[in-house]
């Protein structure tokens, strides 16, 4: 393919690269403060917060993997991790001999119900404080709208790491 790249402007690569960097300062603060308050990583609340929106409190390895955007074998040491913790156990399917369900424990419901109150006040002091009720509604509009995209089987990314 020679195709010419369809470089950004100056105004697409200012948004960009202000998007880019917020997410990084905000992700990087609040991973801080979620540590400092909880001691809880990052990763440990993702988990935990994908298992209790769960229904049941569980979910099968790879569906939690997928929806979290992490490879299996990250996936796999972390919750290797979380599981010396006590915060999830690992369940075989009984259903399917090579599946595994995450469940979280009571200590991860415990761990999860100390951490998101403060964890919610973080976010609103660096976040949600400093945009206004229609900023973010445009946000959460803009955001829902890529990940339809991104979510989309047809997405091209979803083929390269298909190997489609």
Same mark, same amino acid.
């Given at each position: 393919?020679?195709?010419?790249?369809?470089?950004?402007?100056?105004?697409?690569?200012?948004?960009?690269?202000?998007?880019?960097?917020?997410?990084?300062?905000?992700?990087?603060?609040?991973? /801080?403060? %979620?540590?400092?308050?909880?001691?809880?990583? *990052?990763?440990?609340?993702?988990?935990? $917060?994908?298992? @209790?929106? #769960?229904?049941?409190?569980?979910?099968?390895?790879?569906?939690?993997?997928?929806?979290?955007?992490?490879?299996?074998?990250?996936?796999?040491?972390?919750?290797?991790?979380?599981?010396? /913790?006590? %915060?999830?156990?690992?369940?075989?399917?009984? *259903?399917?001999?090579?599946?595994?369900? $995450?469940?979280? @424990?009571? #200590?991860?419901?415990?761990?999860?119900?100390?951490?998101?109150?403060?964890?919610?006040?973080?976010?609103?002091?660096?976040?949600?404080?400093?945009?206004?009720?229609?900023?973010?509604?445009?946000?959460?509009?803009?955001?829902?709208?890529?990940?339809?995209?991104?979510?989309?089987?047809?997405?091209?990314?979803?083929?390269?790491?298909?190997?489609?």
């Amino acid at each position: 393919m020679n195709e010419t790249p369809r470089w950004l402007t100056p105004a697409e690569q200012r948004a960009w690269r202000s998007f880019v960097r917020m997410q990084q300062k905000l992700q990087g603060r609040l991973s /801080r403060r %979620l540590q400092a308050d909880s001691g809880l990583s *990052e990763a440990d609340y993702t988990v935990l $917060v994908e298992l @209790t929106d #769960a229904p049941d409190g569980r979910r099968r390895f790879l569906d939690l993997a997928k929806a979290v955007e992490w490879e299996k074998s990250r996936m796999s040491h972390h919750i290797t991790r979380m599981t010396k /913790r006590g %915060l999830v156990t690992r369940v075989e399917c009984p *259903e399917d001999g090579r599946g595994a369900f $995450v469940v979280i @424990t009571p #200590a991860g419901h415990e761990a999860i119900r100390a951490a998101a109150p403060l964890h919610v006040e973080a976010v609103r002091e660096m976040f949600l404080d400093h945009v206004t009720p229609a900023e973010l509604d445009m946000l959460g509009h803009l955001c829902e709208r890529v990940v339809d995209r991104l979510d989309a089987p047809s997405h091209p990314a979803e083929q390269v790491e298909s190997g489609a």
